[in-house]
């Protein structure tokens, strides 16, 4: 007990020895309102799907447990996402796997949700040139309006492929977003700081603060310019696609009720004018 509350004390020490010294900064545009709604109402967003998997206590605290993937395939947009408790959702084992594939075409004409449980999930996410979707062992078959599937047997994922946690994209959130070529920075404002505890092995231990952003995004999309922000306080970036001549963009959620419910949940939203 000595010992755990000596190295509170040494933390303590070691915050108030390193000073905030980020400077914030007032928006800079008041009268642009924040993501996912633009100035003027130029552009709307429209919630496509939701994918949501409620939770029990055995997974709350855990950070990187669900995962999704998705394929562009001419004029149509496959996510799949799948969850189990465990720790190495690359390795398969006899975990209960629950999977949800969403599968949208032809500007929304075509959408289709489909959720199972697997025992001995595979990852894989792919598209042939008929546009027929092997996920998991499932093949699903556009001749069928993905109603049917067959099986598939064996492993089809390359096994140097990783699965991608939402979590983990967004590590680099600002670069993300403007790394597009449709969203076009024209200005920042840092309106806080975020604290890290720097240093280990060979390195002298440190803390160090690091500014915050509030950035200000022009979209040229359809004929029009649409301004919009993004505070990185308090939201993460949207994973964009652009599929076409449309955008579609994912956002994460999750929240806790109580000790033992709480839920995580993708979005799958559209930017229309």
Not at 43 to 69: H, M, W
Not at 93 to 109: A, R
């Amino acid at each position: 007990m000595r010992k755990l509350q000596t190295i509170c004390l040494a933390i303590l020490l070691l915050l108030n020895s390193c000073g905030d010294n980020v400077q914030t900064e007032k928006d800079e545009h008041p009268e642009i309102p924040d993501f996912p709604e633009f100035k003027d109402r130029v552009f709307q967003s429209k919630n496509i799907s939701t994918i949501k998997i409620t939770l029990g206590k055995t997974v709350r605290y855990k950070e990187k447990d669900y995962y999704f993937k998705y394929v562009i395939k001419d004029d149509a947009l496959y996510i799949m996402t799948f969850f189990a408790d465990t720790e190495f959702p690359e390795i398969v084992l006899n975990d209960n796997y629950t999977v949800d594939l969403i599968i949208i075409t032809n500007k929304d004409l075509v959408k289709k949700h489909i959720r199972w449980s697997d025992g001995d999930f595979d990852i894989n996410l792919s598209v042939d040139e008929d546009h027929n979707v092997t996920a998991g062992k499932r093949k699903y078959l556009i001749k069928t309006n993905y109603e049917k599937f067959d099986e598939v047997e064996g492993l089809h994922r390359d096994p140097s492929e990783t699965p991608v946690d939402f979590k983990s994209w967004q590590s680099r959130p600002q670069e993300q977003v403007e790394n597009l070529d449709y969203f076009h920075r024209f200005s920042s404002a840092i309106t806080a700081s975020d604290g890290n505890i720097t240093g280990g092995a060979n390195h002298p231990w440190g803390y160090q603060y690091s500014p915050v952003y509030l950035i200000y995004y022009e979209l040229t999309y359809k004929n029009k310019i649409g301004l919009t922000k993004i505070n990185y306080e308090r939201m993460n970036a949207p994973l964009f696609i652009k599929l076409h001549d449309e955008i579609y963009y994912i956002t994460y959620e999750e929240d806790y009720v109580g000790i033992e419910n709480g839920f995580k949940k993708y979005l799958i939203n559209k930017i229309e004018d």
